[in-house]
T-cell receptor
Framework: GQNIDQPTEMTATEGAIVQINCTYQTSGFNGLFWYQQHAGEAPTFLSYNVLDGLEEKGRFSSFLSRSKGYSYLLLKELQMKDSASYLCAVMESNYQLVWGAGTKLIIKP | GAVVSQHPSWVICKSGTSVKIECRSLDFQATTMFWYRQFPKQSLMLMATSNEGSKATYEQGVEKDKFLINHASLTLSTLTVTSAHPEDSSFYIC?????????????FGPGTRLLVL
């Protein structure tokens, strides 16, 4: 069956680093996405990993291990505006996205 | 580029009425559009996949007679919630896959918040 797990909530300090983990079990795999979603808004695209390894994009990096069914999103130099929910989503063989419940990230000064 | 709009952005209606939500790809053609629903503090749930010129494919548990989807052109898909009830109150989000491009690419609309009284 389909299952995507990520922590419900995390708290971090402004300027620090935080890692949000995601584990998945899905029917087939065509890549893993990370999205940022502010309250009341639609998700915005952050990253896409289809091969193992680390993808770095500015303050955000995303890592994938397909053999372990595991990914993480790493946020550096945290800013208050990074307070949001971070959604992990896996694209299955039929190119449909299966979504995690999201991790609410709270940034404290 | 790659902008998807939704209209209305929010709507309040009485129980029993029907509500239509539009999803438009403004600067690209979309052969496939997806409709999602998100309840508070929950993940996005795919309701249906809409393909231009053909019937929508609904996910298990989604009533096709209640949630009518029309994808009449390459830039417009509509979702009509018929005989809406308070439990239909939710955040409805569409996304569009460009006709030209990777299968992995989807662009999201800003969402429509529906409140049924």
């Amino acid at each position: 069956g389909q299952n995507i797990d990520q922590p419900t909530e995390m708290t971090a300090t402004e300027g620090a680093i935080v890692q949000i983990n995601c584990t998945y079990q899905t029917s087939g795999f065509n890549g893993l996405f990370w999205y940022q979603q502010h309250a009341g808004e639609a998700p915005t695209f952050l990253s896409y990993n289809v091969l193992d390894g680390l993808e770095e994009k500015g303050r955000f990096s995303s890592f994938l291990s397909r053999s372990k069914g595991y990914s993480y999103l790493l946020l550096k130099e945290l800013q208050m505006k990074d307070s949001a929910s971070y959604l992990c989503a896996v694209m299955e063989s039929n190119y449909q996205l299966v979504w995690g419940a999201g991790t609410k990230l709270i940034i404290k000064p | 580029g790659a902008v998807v709009s939704q209209h209305p952005s929010w709507v309040i209606c009485k129980s029993g009425t029907s509500v239509k939500i539009e999803c438009r790809s403004l600067d690209f053609q979309a052969t496939t559009m997806f409709w999602y629903r998100q309840f508070p503090k929950q993940s996005l749930m795919l309701m249906a996949t809409s393909n231009e010129g053909s019937k929508a494919t609904y996910e298990q548990g989604v009533e096709k007679d209640k949630f009518l989807i029309n994808h009449a052109s390459l830039t417009l898909s509509t979702l009509t919630v018929t005989s809406a009830h308070p439990e239909d109150s939710s955040f409805y989000i569409c996304s569009a896959r460009p006709a030209a491009g990777d299968q992995e690419t989807q662009y999201f609309g800003p969402g429509t918040r529906l409140l049924v009284l």
